[in-house]
T-cell receptor
């Protein structure tokens, strides 16, 4: 158990819909990262937040957005869903102050039908 | 841009035999290197990391990896595999503290009895 929690574990929804994925980082970790794992793209970095502020952006679609709240949990919002958005979405967190390893949550499997 | 290549998509090894997984990275400066393991239906677990110093690093579950700057490689090894080592293994690189990870395509390991 990494200490990173993600809800829900599974999500099945229809095309055109909007969903919200939630992540709680390990206690004390200020950085939260979102990654997408799909069969065709592999594991890709989406976005990073540090202490409530967006720190870095990767291959995140405009239909996707994220935020980190004062209690440091984060949400990833996916809208106008397409079949190709079906994937495993991981959240990771890392300590600050020079240490760097990222700890991953169990993931949310999104299926768009 | 940084990149990671894992040349072997699948590897089959007999239980008790040794295992070596290859990882080559592309990055101009000294990278931060990681190996993660993903068991079926699970999240990513950190096996080991290299930041600096001794180029042979020890990790959990009896794994070790060696950083070779001249070959831009960070290969993962285990002297004697167990059936529970069947999983997918990912090599990753980061270029600075608190930065995103770039993952290789993964190597799926099958362990024969």
């Amino acid at each position: 158990d990494s200490g990173v929690t993600q809800t829900p574990k599974h999500l099945i929804t229809a095309t055109g819909q909007r969903v919200t994925l939630r992540c709680s980082p390990r206690s004390g970790d200020l950085s939260v990262y979102w990654y997408q794992q799909s069969l065709d793209q592999g594991l890709q970095f989406l976005i990073q937040y540090y202490n409530g502020e967006e720190r870095a952006k990767g291959n995140i679609l405009e239909r996707f957005s994220a935020q980190q709240f004062p209690d440091l949990h984060s949400e990833l919002n996916l809208s106008s869903l397409e079949l190709g958005d079906s994937a495993l979405y991981f959240c990771a967190s890392s300590p600050s102050g020079g240490r760097y390893e990222q700890y991953f949550g169990p993931g949310t499997r999104l299926t768009v039908t | 841009a940084q990149s990671v290549t894992q040349p072997d998509i699948h590897i089959t090894v007999s239980e008790g035999a040794s295992l070596e997984l290859r990882c080559n990275y592309s990055y101009g400066a000294t990278p931060y290197l990681f190996w993660y393991v993903q068991s079926p239906g699970q999240g990513l677990q950190l096996l080991l990391k290299y930041f600096s110093g001794d180029t042979l690093v020890q990790g959990i579950k009896g794994f070790e990896a060696e950083f070779k700057r001249s070959q831009s490689s960070f290969n993962l090894r285990k002297p004697s595999v167990h059936w529970s080592d069947a999983a997918e293994y990912f090599c990753a690189v980061g270029k600075a503290a608190g930065n995103k990870l770039t993952f290789g395509g993964g190597t799926r390991v099958l362990v024969k009895p």
